[in-house]
């Protein structure tokens, strides 16, 4: 009877260290690798504020990755740490994996200014669902933060990679850029593995592609593309007013455009998952309006109405970009 117990447990220890087994993450050219095959990122970015509150709450998340599942979702962005190992043991169950972000000034928590991200990373580094880490997000919109004199940033950007290198040596190191970096940037920055970049230029990001092949050729992906589902004014042919067709436009022709230069683009994670009450009023109720950085570039309208970025509602209703996401996404599964 011993024995059979003793079989039974080893057998048990054997099936949790294959479930949590961590899948190697590496860099070859332009390409991101998991266990030595192509990583296509179909991605989310990932905030969950409820209705009425302003700070993030995963109790949505069972609901959310069904969603994200149905969706063909396969990579969550996040723009700060989650400090809990049954949420992201849930997020690698599902089959996703996570990009985790850390800003520079976060009150110390895993924060970049207060060194205490280090502490995080050497925490979780080992949790299979980890893709990569991501430090800061559009930081070159806001030279202010570093004594006007964004080269400040870099080089803090810069120091924060290196750190992570020498914790790590099984993830890639990121950061998310406003648009295409520029040669400063790029000289003061050489730790960054990937370059991720929030990009709006319409409904058509093509022209990065090639801007990014001529003056790199370290992996790139967008980390941020998407179009809000509100209209501002009536244009070229899109009502004023709620309008889930513009969006659904938009993002069909965003992620045409995005896995049409796989050779260049490891993929997108889309703005966003849900819609966003907390962004510009009244938490308890849409509104219109909201203040970005540089988005003059929103289909179809040049305006960012930031409650209405979500491919699903606050409710989980999903919208006509849902649809869109999931045939695009699937297809490329079927590839």
Known sequence: MKNIVLVFLVLLLVSCRQEVKKEEVQLSGNKILINGQPY????????????????????????????????????????????????LNKIHKAGLKVIIGFGYNQDGFFDILSGSFINYINKYKD????????????????????????VNWYYSLNSAAKLIHQNDLTHPVA???????????????????????????????????????????????????GSDSYMTISKLGYEEGENEQAQADAVESILKATFQNQDICSGVTLFAFNDELWKAGNNNQYDIGGWAPNSTGVPYDDTPNE?????????????????IVKESYLSQTKK
Not at 60 to 76: C, F, H, K, R
Not at 127 to 147: K, R, S, T, V
Request: charged share 25%; proline share 6%.
């Open 40 to 87: 296509l990122i179909k991605g989310i970015c990932y905030h969950p504020v409820p209705k009425g509150r302003d700070s993030r709450d995963f109790s949505s998340l069972s609901q959310d990755l069904v969603l994200m599942n149905e969706a063909g979702i396969n990579t969550i962005r996040l723009y700060s740490p989650i400090d809990d190992v049954m949420v």
């Open 127 to 150: 949790h299979p669902a980890i893709l990569f880490w991501e430090l800061g997000n559009e930081y070159n919109y806001h030279p202010q933060w570093f004594e006007g004199d964004i």
């Open 175 to 225: 950061t998310a850029h406003g648009e295409l970096p520029d040669s400063l940037a790029l000289a003061t920055s050489p730790d960054i593995d990937v370059w991720g970049m929030n990009v709006y230029r319409w409904d058509d990001p093509t022209s990065i592609f090639e801007e990014w092949k001529a003056i790199s050729d370290k992996p790139m992906y967008l980390s941020e593309a």
């Open 307 to 323: 409650e209405y970025w979500g491919i699903v509602d606050i409710k989980r209703n999903k919208k006509e970009a849902f649809f």
